[in-house]
């Protein structure tokens, strides 16, 4: 299902037409407005990060782009409007979520936390043994990435680890087959050798099936190791944006508006 | 890795011992009948009745994270249907059960509306206003419903080659009834709907972003809900063979949460214990204290829930673990064990060994007095 093409994954990104484009995008929580009008797009088949200071709109963004939260301005998919869609929407247009903290289904079991991930593809009456088969082969898919779910498959979600909960959290989206993968926070609350090899995995995932990801991080120097591009937010605003490599170099500009020292690593 | 084999290797050591206690189940459920004296049998039949509606209510509340005080209004139309059928129409009792079903059904998607605006306290207020208008409203349809006076109806009759007496061939056809129904609930929990549904009761965002038709699932569970209550209603009928608006007041509708919450929320047989709770406590309650059989019966709810805060179910489980001192159990999900549906295929009502018992039971609907029940299952 997944032709394995790993090195010309970034070469491809960048002649490629924008996969999703934000034009003046606007969100918010009631009176309180977040997105203060954003430009950005992301080449298919790359890992965008988007990084900022807490209250940047890191967060608001990714939820507005999978219709958690109303946002204005337009926002396309390969040429489909996003905005004023609901998150059930936003899934069948193959954009999977992983929220902010995980949410994991924390009573049922690691199995069938995944197989809620293929709930859209089980739909209706057709469940015919070819998409059955194509569900198992997926869940082999998401055990081989992630082996230590597989030892835990019949275990309570709400047993695991925080590292596992994340990997499974990950794990449950791309049992949707995305399109767009949406991680919000992955390194959250996990430890930095977790979040290493989360982050890798995440890597490997794109690599292999060319899923686009955008990836939220507090911890730039992370995001950036494994991301193409990168956009810089400031108070809902885009501060700064271009490929992963200058603004890793650009380390006097991260340092001022991401308040840490990437060159030293010590995000958080 | 060692809690995977050893879960494993348990399951395996279970599951003769599983059937065993399967098979104990059927024994007991097909042979009291012809063991208990003719009012022991009607309340056993009373006890199935109501376990189908816990059952249902069960998908609702404990599987589904939303409440409702308004079941014994989706009971009331079971019962309603089945004796307004036998009275004005003369049908046979049998077609009066999938006629309440899908009434029932229907009901509840319709009245499932609220819950997709509504939660927690909000919605028990709603759903406790189905049950409160409910009774005036039978009594206002007077040409159909008999008014206050209600509508006296034939019970169910045992066919003449099942030579079983009334009582026993009554608790036969509940025992089908609730054993059908729990089956159809266990599957429906483990079908995609099922899922769906439990993962809205975890975490309703994050199954959103899955793809999870929030709207959907939420009404189903409704309809689900009330069909199981009205099924219920309708076997009701056949049973007691007389339905008044006062049978039914709202305090049913809380006694049936108060008896879903003793009995264990989010269990598979849950619904059984908590149906036995409701129809004998409150006669025990009586013979402690004649003056005040609603104080036992409160007291007693407090007592279980604070010995067993997961409920009676909870209570078994435990006592189960601790029995088999298992020190690495892993957490389960609730209730997925196979041998948690007891009397599974307990369908067989042939027999034509009947001693001849005189059935007539006197209808003994105690009502208990309803104990504030937990509001919602966090």
């Known amino acids: ?111 069938e936390n995944l197989r809620i991930g293929a709930h859209l593809r089980t739909a209706h009456w057709r469940r015919g043994r070819a ?112 490929p992963a490599d200058r603004i890793r170099e650009d380390g006097q500009v991260a340092e001022v508006y991401l308040g840490v020292s990437v060159r030293t690593g010590t995000g958080g | 890795m060692s809690t995977i084999v050893a879960t494993l290797a348990t399951d395996r050591a279970r599951r003769p011992r599983a059937a065993l206690t399967a098979l104990l189940a059927v024994a007991v459920a097909v042979g009291a009948p012809f063991y208990f004296a003719p009012f022991q049998v009607f309340q056993l039949t009373m006890v199935l009745v109501y376990a189908v509606a816990l059952a249902g209510l069960n998908l609702l509340v404990g599987f589904g994270g939303q409440i409702s005080l308004g079941h014994g209004a989706f009971f009331a139309a079971g019962a309603y249907t089945a004796a307004v059928m036998l009275d004005r129409y003369d049908t046979g009792h049998l077609a009066t059960l999938p006629v309440a079903a899908a009434g029932c059904f229907l009901l509840g998607l319709g009245f499932g509306v609220p819950a997709l605006r509504l939660r927690g306290l909000y919605l028990a207020l709603v759903t406790l206003s189905f049950a409160v208008f409910l009774p005036p409203l039978l009594k206002r349809l007077e040409p159909v419903t008999g008014g206050s006076m209600g509508l006296t109806v034939d019970k169910l009759q045992p066919p003449a080659w099942s030579g079983l007496a009334e009582d026993q061939w009554m608790y036969f056809v509940a025992l089908t009834v609730a054993a059908v129904a729990l089956l159809l609930a266990r599957n429906l929990l483990r079908s995609r709907a099922g899922r769906a549904l439990l993962a809205v009761r975890d975490n309703e965002s994050a199954a959103e972003v899955m793809g999870v038709r929030l709207s959907l699932h939420k009404t189903l569970a409704f309809a689900w809900s009330a069909l199981f209550a009205g099924v219920s209603g309708c076997v009701y009928t056949w049973v007691i063979g007389y339905v008044s608006p006062d049978s039914f007041s709202f305090v049913l509708s809380i006694t049936l949460l108060a008896g879903l919450v003793v009995g264990g929320l989010a269990s598979l047989y849950g619904p059984l214990l908590g149906a036995a709770f409701v129809m004998y406590v409150p006669s025990w309650a009586q013979d402690i204290s004649d003056a005040a059989p609603g104080v036992v ?60 018992t005189p059935a007539d039971p006197a209808p003994a609907d105690a009502e208990p007095v309803g104990a504030p029940p937990r509001t919602e299952k966090e």
């Open chain 2, 297 to 356: 019966f409160g007291l007693l709810i407090i007592v279980v829930m604070f010995v067993a805060p997961t409920g009676l179910a909870g209570l078994v489980g435990r006592l189960r673990s601790l029995a088999a001192r298992r020190p690495t159990r892993t957490t389960p999900a609730p209730d997925r064990t196979p041998e948690s549906a007891p009397d599974t295929d307990a369908t067989s009502a042939s027999e034509s060994s009947a001693p001849p």
């Open chain 1, 131 to 242: 998409e059955r088969a194509a569900v198992a082969a997926d869940l082999e898919r998401i055990y081989g990435y992630f082996p230590k779910l597989r030892q835990r498959s019949r275990q309570a979600a709400g047993s695991l680890s925080g590292g596992e909960q994340q990997m499974l959290a990950i794990g449950r989206a791309l049992m949707l087959r995305p399109s767009l993968l949406l991680l919000d926070e992955p390194s959250l609350g996990l430890a930095p050798l977790v979040t290493r090899e989360l982050f890798e995995i995440v890597r490997a995932v794109n690599e292999e099936e060319r899923t686009t990801v955008i990836v939220v991080e507090q911890n730039a120097q992370l995001a950036l190791d494994i991301a193409h591009r990168a956009h810089v937010l400031e108070a809902g605003r885009l501060v700064l944006s271009g």
């Open chain 1, 1 to 111: 299902m997944s032709e394995p093409t790993t090195a010309s994954a970034e070469a491809e990104a960048s002649t490629e037409p924008d996969f999703l484009t934000a034009s003046d995008l606007h969100a918010g929580y009631g009176q309180a407005r977040v997105l203060q009008g954003l430009d950005f797009s992301v080449a298919r088949g790359e890992v965008c990060a988007i990084l900022g200071p807490n209250g940047a709109g890191k967060t608001t963004t990714l939820r507005a782009l999978c219709g958690m939260v109303r946002g204005r301005g337009s926002v396309t998919l390969d040429g489909t409007q996003l905005l004023g869609r609901s998150p059930e929407q936003a899934a069948r247009l193959g954009v999977a979520h992983v929220p902010e903290g995980r949410g994991t289904f924390n009573e049922l079991t690691v199995e």
